[in-house]
């Protein structure tokens, strides 16, 4: 499944999934190409960093100038604070430091700042980093570090995994921008759909396929359980790790690029999908809405409910689209559902047909029959072309 490592990850209370430089640099590329400007003058906040060596700490240290940032403010967890498998050994930056404390290297978190030239070399950079511990461990839902994020105009991180739906709690409740990384499956939590469904949210440019390949710690990771994995030039593991997307409200070019797409009835005469060729398109049992599995399988001419794989989003224009509910908490207008929810007929047809899972009479999973056999289908959402009103 695509949350299947990070699910693996909460339950061992791993969440140290460290980003790539290139990735970061990918996207934030993509913000500065549709607006040169982005964080010209903005105080960037990075929370639930590693600062000594944190890529989201390097890349705005570095492009401080080219950026043009006001100020960088990035911070970290006190390692007492983390699973106690993982090995904390202080760097030996901070060990040099005259500030360094042996009693609040492990118990406080840190705080990296950058807003001067500090060395009076005439440029803003890595090399003018300062930093402190801070007063508490650095977790985010603390009033110091909702301070920072309060004094900041960006957010950017790569938050817990396993603490995602208060994180975006947090991050919501400033009313800043921010880009941020989590699972794909997140856009239809109830507490992520409505700000997507409103178009205040939207993905950031990196394609829903493939994962992402992050870094693993050293001091944690385990060659027999990984799998697959390799090792880049530094030396350090790196694993795909599927379902991460990018999650933000800063605009990028690739957002309002419309969709290519057939008409109904070519889709049925040339789809490369054998789901739709000859078949043409099914109805679900409880919404009033047609299953459409393939996003390239979009009918340009259907003017009704359509529901689309959640990887939607990443090919989401809202010039072309507009959004209207979810499948997977059964947010969607109540003139939409044919049925309440699913039916208990539908619900034992399933499992007559060797369904797994926990399936019940009124639960909002959109159910389809294919050649009369009942069938769950995985998240969807539900959109209409722009130009129709439903």
């Keep these: 499944m695509a949350n299947e490592n990070l699910h693996g990850a909460k339950k061992a209370k791993n969440d140290e999934f460290y980003t790539q430089f290139h990735d970061i640099e990918k996207e934030m590329n993509a913000y500065l190409e549709y607006d040169p400007e982005v964080f010209k003058g903005k105080t960037v906040l990075l929370p639930c960093d590693d600062p000594e060596w944190s890529n989201f700490t390097k890349y705005f240290a570095q492009n401080f100038d080219t950026l043009g940032l006001k100020k960088l403010i ?88 396993s603490l995602f739906r208060e994180f975006w709690a947090w991050l919501i409740e400033s009313q800043k921008n921010f880009v941020v990384l989590g699972n794909m499956n997140a856009v239809t939590y109830r507490e992520v759909f409505p700000h997507i469904r409103a178009n205040e949210v939207w993905a950031g440019t990196k394609q829903f396929g493939g994962g992402m390949n992050m870094i693993m710690p050293t001091g944690t990771f385990d060659a027999e359980k990984a799998g697959s994995y390799s090792v880049n030039d530094e030396g350090l593991f790196i694993k795909n790790i599927m379902g991460v997307i990018w999650f933000t ?36 049992e409880n919404y009033d809405a047609i299953e459409v599995p393939f996003n390239d399988a979009i009918p340009s001419d259907y003017d009704g409910l359509i529901g689309v794989p959640i990887t939607f989003l990443g090919k989401y224009a809202p010039e072309q689209f507009e959004i209207i509910g979810t499948s997977d908490n059964g947010l969607v207008d109540e003139r939409f559902k044919t049925t309440p929810g699913l039916t208990q007929a539908f619900v034992d047809d399933y499992y007559k047909a060797g ?24 998240k969807r959402i539900f959109i209409k072309h722009k130009r129709t009103q439903l």
């Design 355 to 378: 369904g797994k899972g926990a399936y019940r009479a009124g639960n909002p999973t959109a159910g389809i029959y294919e050649t009369e056999i009942a069938k769950m289908v995985y």
């Design 74 to 161: 990035s911070t970290s967890y006190a390692p007492n604070s983390k699973p106690k498998e993982i090995p904390y050994q202080p760097t030996l930056f901070e060990i040099d430091s005259p500030d360094f404390d042996e009693t609040k290297t492990v118990s406080n978190g840190k705080i990296f700042t950058l807003s001067r030239d500090r060395t009076g070399d005439k440029v803003i950079n890595v090399d003018d980093l300062e930093w402190g511990y801070l007063g508490g461990d650095g977790d985010f839902r603390s009033d110091e570090i909702a301070a920072l994020r309060d004094e900041a105009d960006v957010i950017i991180t790569n938050p817990p995994f």
């Design 249 to 284: 409200n800063l605009d990028h070019g690739r957002r309002h690029q419309p969709l290519a797409l057939m008409t109904e009835a070519d889709n049925k005469r040339f789809s490369k999908h054998k789901q739709v060729r000859d078949i043409g398109y099914r109805k679900y």
